[in-house]
């Protein structure tokens, strides 16, 4: 019998994630139907609930319900309630299972996919929003050297940094606290959405330093200001299928070739 899943946001047209996942289905043999659904702003809730009473086995969550997705799960991952968001739903007999696979997404596909080492390097983290939050953790397992979250507004990056206020090598503050260079640079704030580029320092990448603006789609002033200072630009479309093959793990237990699936949106 096939299982159902989908992606449930507002708006939601404009997901890949059917795409993705169809493509992951066909790759390893799953029997599933992964459907695109538009949940209303004031009853999110419901949503998932009919869902559940149709014979969903799990859902991705999407702009804006992150947060009330982490509320409605009855237990969350670990790296779910460092986020203090949902992404990923996995509806069980006793309840339901809240995740988030961002993070994953995001350092699978800098690690696997563009061989960059986290290990003791310098990262700089734009941004102090749930998509900055959503990294931190997976990041720091990786044992940079330092992790400094920069947000126009500086305040906002120190609470957050105080969330993980064990991890010695997090620091945050605003962007004219920021020295130095550093060997990654994630942009994880809005500004692409906009067409605009954070105040960064034109000597902000170290030699052969990588820039990563989880954005996908178009050439964001980021990374032309990237390119222009001599580091090597990458945008979000990788971490987008990572953290699908990620939450399609968690649904079935088997992981995805990406590779081909990350192609197949490139060329498209």
Known sequence: MTDAYAVFGNPIAHSKSPLIHAAFARQTGQDILYSALLAPLDNFNQAIST?????????????????????????????????????TLQFEADGVLGDNTD????????????????????ILLMGAGGAARGVILPLLE???????????????????????????NLSAGGYADVSGAFDLVINATAASLAGDLPPLPADVFAADAWAYDMMYGKDTPFLAFARLHGARPADGLGMLVEQ?????????GVRPDTAPVIQMLRCA
Not at 104 to 122: E, I, M, P, T, Y
């Open 142 to 168: 990786q044992l940079p050297m330092s992790v400094f979250i920069v947000n126009r507004t500086a305040d906002k990056a120190i609470r957050l940094a105080q969330v993980f206020a064990d991890h010695k």
């Open 103 to 122: 993070g994953a997404g995001l350092v699978r596909d800098l690690v696997a996919n563009l061989g960059v080492s986290l290990a003791g390097k310098r």
């Open 51 to 87: 869902f559940i009473a149709e014979g969903g086995r799990g859902a991705n969550v999407t702009v804006p319900f992150k947060e009330q997705a982490f509320a409605l799960a009855t237990r969350h991952s670990a790296r779910a309630q460092a986020a203090g968001a949902v992404n």
């Open 244 to 252: 699908a093959a990620e939450a399609f793990w968690v649904w079935r």
